[in-house]
């Protein structure tokens, strides 16, 4: 089991997706913002080493900010969402 404890995962929350051309982002300098496709109130993409494994909601706690992860994805949704 002490192997298992030494493996890394990288792990990275997906809170929005936008489509923009290479000439658009060279141009944007310190402080520009990316406008995403996303919410407030949506559902983020929680993944492990780039395969998504939840769904969960960003939760503000003083200033810091986290994830509460509020649904477990199956193998099946998994497939879908690679396709």
Same mark, same amino acid.
């Given at each position: !089991?002490? /192997?298992?404890?030494?493996? +890394? ?5 997906? #809170?929005?997706? /936008?489509? !923009? ?6 141009? !944007?300098?310190?402080? $520009?913002?990316?406008? #995403? ?10 993944? $492990? ?9 960003? =939760?503000?706690?003083?200033? @810091?900010?986290?994830? +509460?992860?509020? @649904? @477990? #994805?199956?193998? +099946?949704? =998994?497939? $879908? !969402?690679?396709?």
């Amino acid at each position: !089991m002490n /192997s298992v404890n030494d493996v +890394s995962i990288e792990l990275v929350v997906v #809170l929005g997706r /936008s489509d !923009m051309q290479i000439h658009q982002l060279l141009r !944007m300098g310190r402080g $520009a913002v990316i406008e #995403l496709g996303t919410r407030e109130n949506d559902e983020v993409q929680i993944m $492990a080493n780039d395969v998504p494994i939840a769904m969960g909601e960003i =939760v503000l706690d003083g200033d @810091k900010i986290g994830v +509460s992860v509020t @649904k @477990k #994805l199956t193998q +099946s949704e =998994v497939l $879908a !969402m690679q396709n």
